[in-house]
């Protein structure tokens, strides 16, 4: 299949060859103005889609396109404070066009408050900033719940936010594999090494999104333009990524100094930006605050995250009438604050736990519109961030067996450790320093050709560089955090190589007029080189990503007067996501074994030995991630009504996962016997035993996988007039596969006696847990511009809810020791004591299905403009507080469904 993708993109790319030939040419004029109060509109960006070039209007809202050829098109118009415009046209002689913007206003009947289509040729979903400040969202996860799919959630800041695109729950790879751009640059969680340890099982009390994706929290609503998720086959401009892309464009243009403040019963938010045009063509300056602090409970205030967010902004055009350049430069800074206290009046007091995050990002950027013979525009991209992440807990650590032994050694052999107190409070702090480079350049030739044929070439490169400087994880040895055999030393992020890939790419988007109808095609190949060690070699190795979007009218005005437009879109590539540095560079594991524990009353006689083995856990097998994206889908529009239904298929494979590595040792002990009485042992006088024994420690592989598949579906109906109201629905049916392993692994069963088992069980590949759901949203949206008022009402329902585990049999497929002597693991070794330990029968009712019944969810929002300067907004979640309790069967406990009953309200002033 891949091969054909290959062949395509050759075949699409050796169009280019194809001669032009001559037609006249005369140039499009136009000008663009406010529909409300009929004043140009300065700074608008207009694209003719069909030929993909663009210009800006000037300072009199005029704008001009030289040497286009007769025919139809369509203009794309889009400014900070409007409403996106899409015009039709036929240009001939003489045309100049004038378009009319509709503020975001309102008394103007065309605010959109909903998600639209995207303007990629893949699935995708546009959000812009009227329906971002309708949903009156906190951050940027509040807005995805307008995502057919998605479903409605009460705002909590208590965690972190992970993003998750077609499917069911989350999941560390999908929201690793999820890039978020800002302004064209990707937000990299991939320097964050901010946990404890990597070599053991061990979580810190602080909150952490290290080896996963980026916090969603941090990312503030307040300064966005617009969002556009493209959840089908991406562009190969984007690249690092597996699950999708979220495309943040920030607010660049003119805009009122206005100040927004927030209030529901957990968080409070106030914001405030202004955007100035300077004097003389000198761009435009854009300024943004925001603040916001909430409290998981209102009445202790013992959990709380903070956050404080700015960005200053200057965008500008260059050489408008002739060789129009684009410049944006933005410079942001922020700062989080996750933290979390015990009680003082609780039995365990002083307990204290805190992720706190500040750093500034500065972001270059543009197009440049040369329209030479070879070369029609140049888009550039450079972006470069620092932060500074503290992770810090102070805890008790307790040993249930009184005074502890603990080694101190930091290199590989025999020690001598130290006791420690039975209760002890403990500090540890992760300093954390990422520092993120990125930098993309992609050039284009468009050809337009006779009888509306269009050719558009780009290529192009990027290239990533992830690298952390501080000073890692700190705490004093001789008072670690926890104390096990099993353990970690701390080390400095600054000894850690970085993280770098570079990545070449070409693509060719072909509209091909058949008739009436017309294909559009964009194939195009992305070449990557994942931690090179020159130009042309590999760390982690070269990876291919064809990628192809196939896009055919079947009808449209000129052949049939139902359907404006009926197109069949489908879809198939690959992508990749390179392992972030907490899996290329883990922590060593170190295994104290202790050999002499010898403990006295008195300090000067007691001494505990121990002998220190060190691993390295590293996988020089490691890859990157990968995932298969296929689709297939119909849109239309007919009369009022349009619509659009997508089946889809994705294959998530290679997902990375810490897994157990086993290793056989041999040691010795020190016998105690020997040893007079009340004097402190020496070792070297000491007799000993050997002894056998099996350790592990945990290394990064790519053993996970996930399968998503379902039917994503929008459709609206049209406004009614009479109600001042329209109708739309959306939703999805979600299948998700999340298999646990896709290789055969070890494992060690926990023994009945103090003594181990000699075998190790190699156990098969496989096991799985299956999601389904199926939810829709009927959302009804009521206009009255005469009462400057918007109501819009979400009534979700979710028809179906279920997941199962299908039936895996944990046994071992065989046993094997240390002399590489295999044992197969037979039926009668299940009822075997000496052997039953290794099958771990599930109990009955563990492979049931858990089918939960139907349930309805209903959620309101008002937003109402007060004259020309302020707006005052609502929302209540689930205003009939319909919370009905569910039984499990699998587990027989019980649950309340649907989020409680939830309100806020907002109030926006400009001056």
């Not at 659009?644 to 016997?673: K, W």
């Not at 790519?702 to 406004?719: A, C, D, H």
Request: charge should be positive.
């Amino acid at each position: 299949m891949l091969r054909r993708l290959f062949i395509w993109s050759i075949l699409l790319l050796s169009c280019t060859c194809l001669p032009l030939t001559s037609q006249e040419s005369r140039g499009l004029q136009g000008e663009v103005r406010d529909r409300k109060t009929r004043e140009p509109v300065i700074g608008a960006a207009i694209q003719i889609r069909e030929t993909e070039r663009w210009t800006i209007s000037d300072e009199q809202g005029h704008f001009v396109f030289g040497q286009l050829k007769p025919g139809a098109y369509t203009l794309e118009i889009r400014c900070l404070g409007y409403e996106q415009k899409v015009e039709a046209f036929r240009f001939d002689k003489g045309v100049e066009l004038t378009v009319l913007l509709v503020p975001t206003a309102y008394d103007m009947e065309e605010v959109n408050v909903l998600a639209k289509k995207g303007s990629s040729m893949a699935s995708s979903s546009t959000i812009a900033s009227a329906a971002i400040e309708h949903v009156q969202a906190t951050g940027l996860s509040d807005v995805m719940q307008l995502l057919p799919g998605n479903l409605a959630v009460n705002p909590d800041l208590s965690k972190p936010q992970q993003m998750a695109i077609r499917e069911i729950g989350r999941d560390v790879n999908s929201a690793m594999g999820t890039s978020i751009l800002v302004d064209n640059a990707p937000l990299s969680n991939d320097a964050n090494l901010q946990a404890m340890a990597t070599s053991v099982a061990r979580k810190g009390g602080f909150s952490s999104v290290a080896g996963a994706g980026v916090d969603l929290r941090r990312i503030s609503s307040d300064n966005i333009e617009s969002v556009e998720v493209i959840r089908g086959i991406p562009s190969v401009v984007y690249g690092d990524l597996t699950s999708g892309a979220v495309v943040v464009k920030t607010k660049a243009g003119y805009s009122p100094f206005s100040f927004r403040l927030k209030a529901d019963p957990k968080t409070k938010q106030l914001a405030a930006e202004k955007g100035v045009r300077l004097p003389s063509s000198g761009g435009f300056l854009n300024m943004n605050i925001d603040y916001l602090s909430s409290y998981s409970n209102v009445v202790s205030r013992y959990e709380g995250y903070k956050r404080l967010t700015g960005q200053l902004a200057y965008s500008t055009t260059w050489m408008k009438a002739s060789m129009p350049l684009t410049f944006h430069a933005r410079l942001g800074a922020f700062g989080t604050l996750d933290n979390a206290r015990t009680d003082p009046d609780a039995l365990v007091a002083e307990e204290e736990y805190e992720s706190a995050e500040k750093g500034v990002r500065l972001n270059l950027g543009g197009k440049w519109l040369l329209n030479k013979r070879f070369l029609s525009d140049i888009s550039y991209t450079w972006s470069l961030s620092s932060a500074r992440q503290e992770s810090y807990q102070k805890m008790y650590r307790s040993s249930s067996g009184g005074v502890a032994p603990v080694s101190l050694a930091l290199e590989a052999g025999e020690n001598e450790g130290i006791y420690l107190p039975t209760e002890q409070l403990t500090e540890l702090r992760i300093d954390g320093r990422p520092v993120n480079v990125f930098g993309q350049l992609t050039l284009k030739k468009v050809l337009h050709f006779d009888n509306g044929f269009i050719n558009s070439l780009l290529a192009g490169g990027d290239y990533r560089f992830n690298k952390n400087y501080g000073a890692g994880q700190l705490y004093d040895v001789a008072n670690p955090p926890f104390i096990s055999s099993l353990s970690s030393r701390p080390r400095s992020f600054r000894s850690i190589p970085a993280q770098a890939h570079y990545s070449l790419y070409l693509e060719d988007r072909l509209v091909l007029p058949l008739g009436t109808r017309r294909l559009k095609l964009q194939g195009g190949l992305r070449l990557n080189n994942f931690q090179p060690r020159r130009l042309v070699k590999s760390d982690v190795g070269f990876y291919l990503e064809p990628r192809l979007n196939i896009s055919f009218e079947l009808l449209n005005r000129r052949n049939n007067r139902l359907f404006r437009m009926l197109c069949l879109n489908a879809g198939i590539g690959k992508t990749h996501k390179a392992p972030s540095l907490l899996y290329l560079y883990p922590d060593r594991a170190y295994y104290d074994l202790s050999v002499l524990d010898y403990y006295t009353g008195n300090p000067e006689t007691r001494m505990s030995v121990f002998n220190t083995l060190v691993y390295d856990t590293e996988n020089p097998g490691l890859r990157p991630s990968d995932n298969l994206k296929q689709e297939f889908g119909l849109e239309f529009v007919a009369g009022p009504v349009s619509g659009s239904i997508t089946f889809f298929r994705e294959n998530l494979s290679h997902g990375f996962q810490f897994n157990s590595r086993y290793e056989f040792i041999s040691s010795y002990r020190y016998l105690r016997d020997s040893i007079p009485p009340g004097t402190k042992p020496d070792p070297g006088s000491l007799p000993t035993e050997d002894f056998a024994y099996i350790i592990s420690y945990r290394s990064p592989g790519n053993n996970r996988r996930t399968l998503k598949s379902g039917i994503e579906f929008v459709f609206k109906f049209g406004k009614i007039d009479a109600l001042y109201t329209s109708f739309n629905l959306d939703g999805a049916y979600l299948r998700t596969v999340r298999c646990f392993s896709t290789v055969d692994y070890p494992r060690l069963p926990s023994s009945a006696s103090p003594e181990q088992f000699k075998r190790i069980g190699m156990y098969p590949a496989g096991e799985s847990k299956v999601s389904e759901r199926l939810n829709t949203n009927l959302r009804m949206v009521t206009q009255v511009p005469a009462l400057r008022m918007i109501l819009s009402t979400t009534l979700q329902m979710v028809w179906f809810d279920k997941y199962y585990y299908p039936f895996y049999d944990e046994a071992p497929i065989y046993l094997f020791d240390r002399k590489g002597n295999i044992t197969p693991y037979t039926e009668a070794m299940r009822s075997d004591p000496a052997y039953m330990r290794y099958y771990n029968e599930k109990r009955d009712n563990y492979y049931l299905t858990e089918l939960l019944p139907p349930l309805f969810l209903a959620n309101i929002r008002l937003s109402k403009e007060i004259g020309e300067r302020m707006k005052l907004s609502f929302f209540v979640n689930n205003f009939m507080n319909y919370r009905p309790m569910y039984q499990y069967i699998r587990s027989e406990s019980y649950t309340r469904r649907n989020p409680s009953i939830y309100f806020g309200s907002e109030l926006i002033v400009k001056i």
